[in-house]
């Protein structure tokens, strides 16, 4: 199984950028889909975004299209979550995710709750 471990949270100002990192260990990220999810205090864990086993297909939530950028290199066994334009409303722990169960449409669509291979998450805060 994959292991994944999330990096590069921190606090931002509105307005700001962060870029976190998922680096895969256990084995090749190489024919996974890997994805962004986040979890708000008091909220259920969410879709942010998610890359296909080939890197061709990526996929957003509304709320951050156009603002977040998902990327992989599977020589380096990472993936990363470009976030630009933060906003308050963007604060939440970042969960990385590896997953070889299911199609990409249905990786993307289905509950969050119905997957495994996560990271302990990395917090991220965007003040006002």
């Known amino acids: 199984q994959v292991q994944v471990e999330e990096s590069g949270g921190g606090l931002a100002q509105a307005g700001g950028s962060l870029t976190l990192s998922c680096t895969a260990n256990?084995?090749?990220?190489?024919?996974?889909?890997l994805g962004w999810f986040r979890q708000a205090p008091g909220k259920e864990r969410e879709f942010v975004a998610g890359i296909n086993w080939s890197g061709t297909i990526s996929e957003y939530a509304d709320s951050v299209r156009g603002r977040f950028t998902i990327s992989r290199d599977d020589d380096e066994n990472t993936a990363h979550l470009q976030m630009n334009n933060l906003k308050p409303e963007d604060t939440a722990i970042y969960y990385c995710?590896?997953?070889?169960?299911?199609?990409?449409?249905?990786?993307?669509?289905?509950?969050?709750?119905?997957?495994?291979?996560w990271g302990l998450g990395t917090q991220v805060t965007v003040s006002s």
């Open positions: 995710n590896a997953d070889n169960s299911r199609s990409f449409r249905d990786y993307v669509s289905g509950p969050p709750s119905s997957l495994s291979n």
């Open positions: 256990g084995r090749s990220i190489v024919q996974y889909t």
